[in-house]
């Protein structure tokens, strides 16, 4: 079976289960878990943030940042796209009682005129106080696209005029990190909070860890309690996210390039309407007919190829750390014979 579902479905390597079984470990109730602390001090130098804090999931790191930087009734600007407003399960006005202002960018990505229009007047207290803006790089639903990092900086000036906070769900940033030879110095130095995960791209089974400035980050292990976050001897998989660290982010690249590979040839066929273009590890796209989707699912179920439909017949593949290069050649080769449709 070849899964190309998404970049979670990664089981965590013979070496990875090694440093695993090799963790110091202690409570992190009480901060005593040294392999966490080591991942978070870690994490926390990379991005020059000060304090980072490990969770269970990216949905619970954003979760926590959205409650770390507003009032219930405020609200959010993101969007149409964003996976807070789409796939945390109505997260945003459930724990932290706001609203999402929806931003009709391209490819998940917006310009920063657009956030200047969807701020409301604070003394218009008709309207939501808008408290923060969030984006997220890679954009997951834009087909994996990167931010233009200069339009981030003038987002974050307009954020600074109007005291607004600015978050970025940076689930899949090693991604656009690796892809425009970025580095999380950069980002830090942007933003208030990132969420960063670790069970995607860098393939580990469980983690993402949320930096931030201290002043802000204060609260956040009270909010991750409160969300039922918080963990005792987790350092076996703090020691998962070290050893990605070291070993699992360059490799991105290999990623990135078979993704390319993969629009390329759906790019051949006749039956293919439109690929997004691929700038990371996520291929979406669309085929002409209903037909061509049953046939083109038909076609791959036979030959043991799963992926993901995005509903209003888009398709997604994600390459990663389990899909090999013996697999690629394969897909590619059934891929080929569909031409013959
Ligand atoms: C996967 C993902 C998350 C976090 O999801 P979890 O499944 O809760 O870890 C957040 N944002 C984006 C863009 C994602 O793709």
Redesign the pocket.
């Given at each position: 079976m070849i899964d190309l579902r998404s970049d979670?479905v990664t089981k965590p390597t013979e070496k990875m289960l090694e440093a695993m079984f090799q963790a110091k470990v202690g409570d992190d109730v009480y901060k005593e878990d040294a392999t966490i602390n080591l991942l978070e001090e870690r994490i926390a130098d990379m991005f020059g943030m000060e304090q980072a804090l490990f969770f269970p999931?990216?949905?619970?790191?954003?979760q926590t940042a959205i409650k770390l930087h507003t009032q219930p009734g405020d609200q959010v600007i993101c969007d149409k796209d964003?996976?807070?407003y789409h796939?945390?399960g109505g997260g945003a006005s459930f724990n932290s009682g706001v609203s999402c202002k929806l931003v009709h960018g391209d490819k998940g990505m917006f310009a920063s005129g657009q956030v200047i229009e969807a701020i409301n007047p604070p003394d218009f207290y008709h309207s939501p106080l808008t408290a923060l803006v969030e984006v997220?790089n890679?954009?997951?639903r834009g087909g994996g696209s990167c931010w233009d990092f200069e339009e981030l900086k003038k987002i974050r000036a307009i954020c600074d005029q109007n005291h607004l906070g600015f978050h970025l769900?940076g689930?899949?940033l090693w991604n656009a990190l690796i892809a425009k030879n970025e580095s999380p110095k950069q980002y830090g130095q942007l933003f208030d909070t990132i969420?960063v995960?670790l069970?995607?791209g860098l393939g580990c089974p469980v983690g993402?860890v949320l930096v931030g400035k201290k002043e802000l980050m204060k609260n956040a292990m009270r909010i991750r309690k409160i969300l039922g976050g918080g963990m005792r001897q987790v350092g076996y998989l703090g020691a998962a996210g070290l050893y990605a660290l070291d070993n699992h982010v360059e490799r991105l690249k290999e990623d990135h390039q078979r993704a390319k590979e993969i629009e390329m040839a759906l790019n051949k066929l006749d039956m293919v309407k439109l690929v997004t273009p691929v700038e990371t590890n996520i291929v979406i796209f669309e085929l002409n007919q209903k037909e061509d989707e049953k046939t083109f699912l038909n076609h791959l179920q036979e030959n043991k190829i799963v992926l993901s439909g995005m509903g209003n017949g888009k398709l997604r593949i994600v390459t990663h750390l389990d899909y090999t290069q013996e697999m690629h050649e394969r897909f590619l080769e059934v891929l080929s014979k569909l031409s013959a449709y």
């Amino acid at each position: 079976m070849i899964d190309l579902r998404s970049d979670t479905v990664t089981k965590p390597t013979e070496k990875m289960l090694e440093a695993m079984f090799q963790a110091k470990v202690g409570d992190d109730v009480y901060k005593e878990d040294a392999t966490i602390n080591l991942l978070e001090e870690r994490i926390a130098d990379m991005f020059g943030m000060e304090q980072a804090l490990f969770f269970p999931t990216g949905t619970m790191a954003n979760q926590t940042a959205i409650k770390l930087h507003t009032q219930p009734g405020d609200q959010v600007i993101c969007d149409k796209d964003a996976h807070i407003y789409h796939y945390e399960g109505g997260g945003a006005s459930f724990n932290s009682g706001v609203s999402c202002k929806l931003v009709h960018g391209d490819k998940g990505m917006f310009a920063s005129g657009q956030v200047i229009e969807a701020i409301n007047p604070p003394d218009f207290y008709h309207s939501p106080l808008t408290a923060l803006v969030e984006v997220e790089n890679t954009a997951n639903r834009g087909g994996g696209s990167c931010w233009d990092f200069e339009e981030l900086k003038k987002i974050r000036a307009i954020c600074d005029q109007n005291h607004l906070g600015f978050h970025l769900d940076g689930a899949r940033l090693w991604n656009a990190l690796i892809a425009k030879n970025e580095s999380p110095k950069q980002y830090g130095q942007l933003f208030d909070t990132i969420s960063v995960c670790l069970s995607k791209g860098l393939g580990c089974p469980v983690g993402s860890v949320l930096v931030g400035k201290k002043e802000l980050m204060k609260n956040a292990m009270r909010i991750r309690k409160i969300l039922g976050g918080g963990m005792r001897q987790v350092g076996y998989l703090g020691a998962a996210g070290l050893y990605a660290l070291d070993n699992h982010v360059e490799r991105l690249k290999e990623d990135h390039q078979r993704a390319k590979e993969i629009e390329m040839a759906l790019n051949k066929l006749d039956m293919v309407k439109l690929v997004t273009p691929v700038e990371t590890n996520i291929v979406i796209f669309e085929l002409n007919q209903k037909e061509d989707e049953k046939t083109f699912l038909n076609h791959l179920q036979e030959n043991k190829i799963v992926l993901s439909g995005m509903g209003n017949g888009k398709l997604r593949i994600v390459t990663h750390l389990d899909y090999t290069q013996e697999m690629h050649e394969r897909f590619l080769e059934v891929l080929s014979k569909l031409s013959a449709y």
